[in-house]
């Protein structure tokens, strides 16, 4: 569009109106002009661009007919009082008349496309997927608990190793006695005597071994001979534990970062909606003053815009709290931003695409910690039960040696210190509560036995179907991916020619918010799909038992 030269108000005027980004007029009609006065040209070209209107608009009123007249008076006086010329190129203009731009309808600020990019936080710290696995890994409480707990049972089972080896007492006692006492012929006896010991061993008095033996060995024999095996399936099925919770701490970091990507790739989309509504209310708002449009359009585009800024506001929440779950399962500072490295969500394949559900399975049941631990809790079951079939037949051993200093005398005397030595050797069988006892702890141990197996069989099922759900989910998540694509270009597709529509004046801006609607929908359809698609595949992983290193 061409008109005269103008300055001031009207150099403002004449600027091209823009829906979302692209050009923009109103509905208009053609209009061969010759010479006339600038004031009249700038009325003219006022009505005929609604985007004009806000020249004349500042905050806390509205534009009457008489801010018009006056501006293009103004405008006209600075330029000589008529226009440069004749118009030589076709114009348009509005069939409305001018009253109607003193509608009180409030306008959105305009958009400020050369604003600059919210200040980034102080506190962010970049991270890419591996290095927030390997940081999992490596200080997760929920994994250095479970390492614990292996170190746990080594010792025990280092404990149950050692039940041959005696151990070692040292000490000393000192006995005195005074009155009547029976000697060991059964006499009774008035004496006054005392008695001291020390060295390997204690509490000697009399004629008896010391009842503290220097070196004892007091184990029952059965014991000995299963615990150690009990011992050693427990340990092995804490090591598969350890890795069961290394493979549930590496599964959550995995989807708290993929959560993380997820939001901001959100929050990306939430902010483009927003300012594509924001540019739709005010062209509407524009087209509501001029009388081309509707008032309501203009309050739905308004109402919509205010609905998609809270949105932003809540995907800024969903980033945060991503960060700080994430930053959780780290263990680090949940003040810290959390900032992945990766500039976008994209769908992520780990498990070969030509290996069959059977297969899967097959490998899940080879490598899945929890299957082995199932196995060791099995064996460890098998060994309690063979110890409390042959308790009755193995003997518990009683071995006492001890060696030192014993002295004493009548009276308060302590002579004739001289060395000591003395060595016992019991084995008794025992047969408990004539022999219910025993039936009783057998049956108890066989059914642990069957509880573990059938715990073994639930993780088995289990298993499998976390690798068939899985496996499910990535087929069909993949053809959500390729629909999301294939819906996005279609949404951008009628976006744009829906713009192309306003502009040739074939509609109203209110019909490009279905446009608006339609694309946010497939952009955030296709962010999800991919984010499902990948959680699928860690799933996927942790049902293999992360056979991928």
């Given at each position: ?16 109106v ?30 005929a ?93 929920q994994?250095?608990?479970?390492r ?28 005195k006695?005074?009155g ?18 020390a ?14 033996p ?18 050693g ?20 970091t ?60 809540r ?16 263990s ?9 490295a ?55 051993v ?7 200093g ?6 308060g ?40 197996r ?36 279609a ?47 860690f ?11």
């Open positions: 569009m061409s008109i005269g030269r103008h300055t001031s108000a009207c150099g403002l005027i004449f600027a091209a823009t829906l979302m980004g692209s050009g923009c007029a109103a509905p208009r009609t053609k209009l061969a002009g010759g010479g006339r006065s600038a004031a009249a040209d700038c009325q003219q070209n006022v009505a661009n609604p985007s004009a209107v806000r020249s004349f608009h500042s905050p806390g009123r509205h534009v009457t007919e008489r801010d018009v007249e006056q501006a293009c008076a103004e405008s006209a006086a600075n330029s000589g009082g008529a226009s440069s010329g004749p118009m030589d190129q076709t114009v348009t203009v509005s069939d409305v008349e001018p009253a109607l731009l003193a509608q009180p309808l409030e306008l959105l600020p305009p958009v400020d496309d050369s604003a600059p990019p919210a200040p980034r936080p102080a506190n962010v710290q970049t991270i890419d997927f591996a290095s927030a696995l390997a940081t999992a890994g490596g200080q997760n409480p994994v250095a608990f479970a614990q707990r292996v170190s746990e049972a080594l010792a025990e089972l280092q404990a149950a190793e050692v039940l041959w080896v005696p151990s070692l007492r040292g000490g000393m006692n000192y006995n006695h005074e009547t006492i029976q000697d060991v012929a059964g006499r009774m006896i008035d004496t006054s005597r005392g008695s001291l010991y060295g390997l061993g204690a509490q000697a008095v009399g004629a008896g071994s010391p009842a503290v220097g070196m004892a060995m007091n184990f029952h024999l059965k014991d000995a001979i299963f615990a150690p095996r009990i011992a399936q427990l340990s092995a099925a804490s090591r598969q534990a350890s890795q069961a919770a290394m493979n549930d701490v590496l599964l959550e995995a989807l708290a970062y993929n959560d993380l990507l997820e939001a901001l790739e959100l929050e990306a989309v939430a902010a483009e909606t927003r300012d594509h509504t924001r540019r739709l209310a005010e062209i509407t708002g524009d087209y509501a003053r001029t009388g081309q449009g509707l008032p309501s359009d203009a309050d739905r585009a308004h109402a919509e815009f205010s609905v998609r800024a809270m949105e932003v506001q995907a800024a929440e969903n980033v945060q709290v991503a960060s700080v779950r994430l930053s959780r399962l780290l680090q500072d949940p003040t810290v931003v959390l900032a992945p990766e500039s976008s969500i994209v769908p992520i394949d780990l498990a070969p695409a030509e290996c069959s559900l059977q297969q899967l399975v097959a490998t899940a049941l080879s490598n899945r910690p929890e299957l082995a631990e199932s196995r060791f809790l099995v064996g460890a079951a098998v060994a309690r039960l063979r110890r409390e079939e042959n308790a009755p037949l193995i003997p518990s009683l071995l006492g040696l001890s060696y030192g014993n002295g004493g005398g009548l009276g005397n302590i002579d004739r210190f001289d060395d000591r030595l003395d060595f016992d050797g019991v084995a008794y069988w025992e047969l408990r509560n004539f022999g219910l006892g025993e039936q009783a702890a057998r049956d108890a141990a066989r059914a642990r036995l069957e509880q573990a059938w715990r073994q069989v639930q993780v088995m099922d289990k298993v499998a179907a976390d690798v068939a759900e899985a496996h499910a989910q990535i087929a069909s998540r993949r053809q959500q991916i390729e629909q999301g694509e294939s819906a996005i270009a949404a951008r597709q009628s976006y744009r020619r829906n713009s192309e529509r306003i502009q040739e004046a074939l509609g109203l801006p209110i019909e490009a918010l279905q446009a608006i609607e339609a694309l946010d929908n497939a952009q955030r359809q296709y962010i999800r799909s991919v984010a499902d698609y990948n959680r699928s595949q799933l996927l992983q942790r049902a293999l038992g992360w056979p991928v290193q």
